[in-house]
């Protein structure tokens, strides 16, 4: 089995800035692209930024310039470094990566979910 478990979610002020964390555990052996969607009330769930395994990245227009995602392959984690928050981007953050797994194959697998609310 594998697990996404996200961390970094909270609350912040308009401005401010938030480190979004997610590990990958399990029956891994090796990880493929990593990516961060968000799903704010009553929107669709939207894809925020991307990487893939060889480190190219791709976001969506209304974050760049203000997020970056990384990936540190030595602890299967994902990042995203989000500053200048503004209301807009108060949303619930999923992890999502595709992972080849010993014995099942490649499989694409989701975090919970972490809250980032932007309010002052």
């Known amino acids: 089995q594998v697990q996404l478990v996200e961390s970094g979610g909270g609350l912040v002020q308009p401005g401010g800035s938030l480190r979004l964390s997610c590990a990958a555990s399990g029956s891994i052996f090796s990880i493929k692209a990593m990516a961060w969607y968000r799903q704010a009330p009553r929107k669709e769930r939207e894809l925020v930024a991307g990487?893939?395994?060889?480190?190219?990245?791709n976001y969506a227009d209304s974050v760049k310039g203000r997020f970056t995602i990384s990936r540190d392959n030595a602890k299967n984690t994902v990042y995203l470094q989000m500053n200048s928050l503004g209301p807009e981007d108060t949303a619930v953050y999923y992890c999502?990566?595709?992972?080849?797994?010993?014995?099942?194959?490649?499989?694409?697998?989701w975090g919970q979910g972490t809250q980032v609310t932007v309010s002052s």
């Open positions: 999502n990566a595709q992972i080849l797994t010993t014995g099942r194959g490649l499989g694409n697998y």
């Open positions: 990487i893939t395994g060889g480190g190219s990245t």
